[in-house]
């Protein structure tokens, strides 16, 4: 895949075809699998996606933990302002989906599955209200793939090494760069999405109280979604932010290197270490100690 | 080279894909080392491993793989019931593994009937695991391909006969690697494969007269 996504765009502008299609030609030709066993598997993923975001709205899951769960299906049947829109379906999918997550249910790393909720809820939100066709969801998970594969190669996906910007950051950025191509934008307003997007997340920390993927990590998925919309509104809107995706991409990594270890999936510092994190966890975690002979 | 289905992928039982995932792909290659579903299972936690380990399902998930469940299948989240209900009896232990470990980390004995297996596992990020350890050799397994484990006399020619059998057999190898706990004892050939041997290339194997046991781990990626 490519490791330059400015590199990316200049190659489907040549050719005239979306970044979802080069992602799949590109894949293609390393003769590792087919085409068609590519898009056998994301197509996969879409119906595990659609099937969490139906699983999580139905608003019945508890987390392992017992800290989460029921929200989706509260923003669902929201009636504020914003009520009946793609925001809030989108946050309510991203939600849904990190609600089935967080109580062992199954779905699709994407990047990862602390920041799973963020791509299907934005493409899913999208699809609820705008006609689209398994076909084009299909190619934009695979446009997102490619999004994802750059910043794998140029910075990191893994909350241990780069915090969350580099997860749900990263999979807002994916996102939002896959909904632009979805709704008929360019791959180069698809890439000014990416960059608009993950602007907004660089330096977001990795804080999960007690270490599990519960809280804040349901919620960054869902406020992960509504930077991905804000990405693809300016882009399609003309917004050409004016650092290149690629060191967008970069200054992420960097700064995932230098953050301090509190901040990177350790529970040490960030919302895992305020008075009411550590009580939580502490409780939580105690109720869960495994009884005798099943653990220890 | 990172493939699409790596970033959009592996579709997985929550909710950590290093705690839960990864985890129960090293609990699948522990069934795989004994052959089956093994009668007792220690599993020594290391590291986040053993702080969070529980909160994200990791027994469950070792559990699940013990049981051959994969990373998918939402048995998951019964599997110490029906480890119960299967005969697998599992004790989980805390424990710091010395040496320089990957923070998730977990050493699996299991037995069945007369086989037995001791494996180091780390699961590495995003589901990829690697195996370090298997009965006290060092190795690198990363479960993506069907290898081939096979322990053997320390004598000249075994990669010979070996690779032989498996080039009979138009078997293609991945990567290799041989290596043993001392000089003139037994040595561990790893072959990762890009599909596994045939029945009668395995019996060909087992025949040699150097080779003390042969075993197939399926890929779990």
């Given at each position: 895949m490519y490791d330059v996504l400015l590199d990316a765009v200049d190659t489907a502008e040549r050719e005239g075809i979306s970044l979802g299609e080069l992602a799949l030609r590109t894949e293609a030709a390393t003769g590792i699998r087919t085409r068609e066993e590519v898009e056998a598997g994301l197509r996969r993923a879409l119906h595990v996606m659609q099937h969490a975001v139906e699983r999580g709205l139905v608003g019945d899951l508890h987390s392992v933990s017992g800290l989460v769960g029921g929200d989706a299906h509260r923003l669902a049947h929201a009636r504020g302002p914003l009520a009946n829109t793609i925001f809030t379906d989108a946050l309510a999918a991203a939600l849904a989906v990190q609600e089935v997550n967080a109580a062992m249910g199954v779905i699709v790393a994407a990047p990862t599955a602390g920041g799973a909720g963020v791509l299907p809820g934005t493409l899913l939100g999208i699809a609820k209200r705008h006609p689209v066709t398994e076909e084009a969801l299909v190619r934009a998970l695979a446009t997102a793939g490619l999004i994802g594969a750059v910043v794998a190669v140029r910075a990191s996906l893994s909350g241990a090494e780069g915090g969350c910007q580099a997860e749900t950051g990263a999979a807002a950025g994916m996102a939002a760069g896959a909904g632009v191509e979805l709704l008929g934008g360019t791959p180069r307003q698809a890439m000014h999405a990416v960059a608009l997007t993950m602007q907004g997340t660089l330096g977001l920390v990795c804080d999960p109280l007690g270490g599990l993927v519960e809280v804040p990590c349901v919620y960054r998925n869902a406020t992960g979604a509504a930077m991905a919309l804000a990405g693809i509104e300016m882009a399609l809107a003309g917004v050409e932010f004016p650092i290149p995706v690629d060191e967008v991409i970069d200054t992420m990594g960097q700064i995932g290197r230098e953050m301090d270890v509190r901040y990177r999936e350790t529970a040490g510092g960030g919302l895992a270490a305020t008075p009411t994190g550590r009580r939580l966890a502490k409780e939580r975690l105690v109720q869960l100690k495994p009884k005798k002979g099943a653990g220890g | 080279m990172v493939s699409l289905l790596d970033i959009i992928g592996p579709v997985m039982v929550g909710p950590s894909s290093s705690h839960t995932a990864g985890a129960c792909r090293i609990g699948?290659?522990?069934?795989?080392?004994?052959?089956?579903?093994?009668?007792?299972?220690?599993?020594?936690?290391?590291?986040?491993?053993?702080?969070?380990?529980?909160?994200?399902?990791?027994?469950?998930?070792?559990?699940?793989?013990?049981?051959?469940?994969?990373?998918?299948?939402?048995?998951?989240?019964?599997?110490?019931?029906?480890?119960?209900?299967?005969?697998?009896?599992?004790?989980?232990?805390?424990?710091?593994?010395?040496?320089?470990?990957?923070?998730?980390?977990?050493?699996?004995?299991?037995?069945?009937?007369?086989?037995?297996?001791?494996?180091?596992?780390?699961?590495?990020?995003?589901?990829?695991?690697?195996?370090?350890?298997?009965?006290?050799?060092?190795?690198?397994?990363?479960?993506?391909?069907?290898?081939?484990?096979?322990?053997?006399?320390?004598?000249?020619?075994?990669?010979?006969?070996?690779?032989?059998?498996?080039?009979?057999?138009?078997?293609?190898?991945?990567?290799?690697?041989?290596?043993?706990?001392?000089?003139?004892?037994?040595?561990?050939?790893?072959?990762?494969?890009?599909?596994?041997?045939?029945?009668?290339?395995?019996?060909?194997?087992?025949?040699?007269?150097?080779?003390?046991?042969?075993?197939?781990?399926?890929?779990?990626?």
């Open positions: - | 699948l290659i522990a069934r795989a080392l004994v052959g089956g579903t093994p009668d007792h299972a220690l599993v020594e936690l290391h590291g986040s491993f053993a702080r969070t380990g529980v909160g994200h399902g990791t027994d469950r998930a070792i559990a699940g793989g013990l049981l051959g469940y994969h990373p998918d299948d939402e048995r998951l989240r019964e599997s110490l019931e029906a480890a119960t209900a299967a005969g697998l009896t599992i004790e989980f232990k805390n424990t710091t593994l010395r040496g320089d470990h990957h923070p998730n980390t977990t050493r699996i004995t299991v037995r069945c009937g007369e086989r037995q297996a001791v494996l180091v596992g780390s699961s590495i990020g995003a589901g990829r695991i690697v195996i370090t350890a298997i009965d006290g050799f060092p190795v690198e397994i990363s479960g993506v391909y069907t290898t081939l484990v096979a322990v053997a006399k320390d004598v000249p020619g075994i990669v010979a006969s070996l690779a032989g059998a498996l080039a009979e057999d138009e078997v293609n190898l991945a990567t290799m690697r041989v290596s043993r706990r001392q000089k003139g004892g037994d040595a561990i050939h790893i072959y990762e494969l890009d599909h596994a041997p045939s029945d009668a290339a395995l019996a060909q194997i087992r025949a040699l007269p150097v080779i003390k046991t042969v075993r197939v781990v399926e890929r779990v990626a």
